[in-house]
């Protein structure tokens, strides 16, 4: 009778201990996906903030985009970088930046512009495909001697990114050109680039330029100092309009064959 209790006693010890390990392999087998689970769900959630933010980012823009179409944009992303350049590095800076009517810029200045910079400003839609891929072929080439931005998306940029290139930049700035096109139309757009781009260490559009480079408003320059004032663009802290009699010919002679 006593070894008849005794085995039965065994017998349920072992069936707790199975029924333990079985319980405890259970409860192991459960946590790597809860943990994994919470993961995914934490991953999610900073994924969707993250879009959210960028997407508010992005409407405020745009949202900017259409007041520009009637204000006239009193700073720049541009204008505030080389202000904290000149902080941080303690440097002297005096900002130069008027804005002014388009009607008040000399057609001179403002064909010489488009010559130098956009030479199908009036034609495409905010990107120049020709261009770009002229611009691409040129890369595959090693012999890249032009950029493909077109004045729409050099005002996009100058608003918002200041000059700091990023593969992330390139991507919000395309998303907005179409927009700013739209919004905006070829008139403003340019308006808006000739006040507002970099002329020169602290100089802001034509009219800044003109007085700062030649002492007369940007109403009164002529053919030929347009071409000098419009080959400074492309590197405005390094060229002296003086300095730039090869470049401002063949800005003369696009202004030619473009019938102006």
């Not at 934490?42 to 405020?60: E, K, Q």
């Not at 009637?70 to 804005?99: C, G, M, S």
């Not at 002329?199 to 053919?223: F, M, Q, T």
Request: aromatic fraction near 8%.
């Amino acid at each position: 009778m006593g070894e008849v209790k005794k085995t039965s006693d065994e017998n349920s010890s072992s069936a707790r201990l199975l029924l333990w390990s079985v319980t405890e392999t259970a409860n192991t087998s459960v946590k790597p996906p809860l943990r994994t689970n919470f993961l995914r769900s934490r991953i999610a959630r900073l994924a969707f903030g993250a879009l959210l933010l960028l997407v508010s980012v992005w409407l405020l823009a745009v949202l900017m985009l259409v007041a520009v179409r009637w204000i006239d944009p009193p700073t720049t992303a541009v204008h505030v970088q080389r202000r904290l350049q000149a902080l941080i590095h303690n440097t002297p800076y005096r900002e130069r930046y008027k804005f002014i009517p388009l009607a008040q810029v000399s057609p001179d200045l403002q064909h010489a512009v488009i010559a130098a910079e956009d030479t199908r400003f009036y034609q495409h839609h905010g990107f120049d495909w020709q261009q770009i891929q002229i611009a691409a072929q040129e890369d595959l080439e090693g012999e890249r001697t032009r950029g493909a931005s077109t004045i729409t998306q050099q005002l996009v940029k100058n608003l918002f990114y200041g000059t700091g290139r990023s593969f992330l930049r390139k991507g919000a700035e395309a998303t907005l050109v179409p927009v700013a096109e739209y919004v905006l139309g070829k008139r403003r757009i340019l308006e808006l680039y000739l006040n507002v781009v970099e002329w020169g260490p602290g100089v802001y559009g034509a009219e800044s330029a003109c007085l700062y480079y030649d002492k007369i408003p940007a109403r009164s320059v002529r053919r030929e100092q347009a071409a000098r004032l419009a080959a400074i663009l492309p590197a405005p802290l390094k060229r002296r309009p003086e300095r730039m009699n090869s470049y401002s010919a063949i800005i003369l002679r696009r202004m030619d064959q473009m019938g102006w």
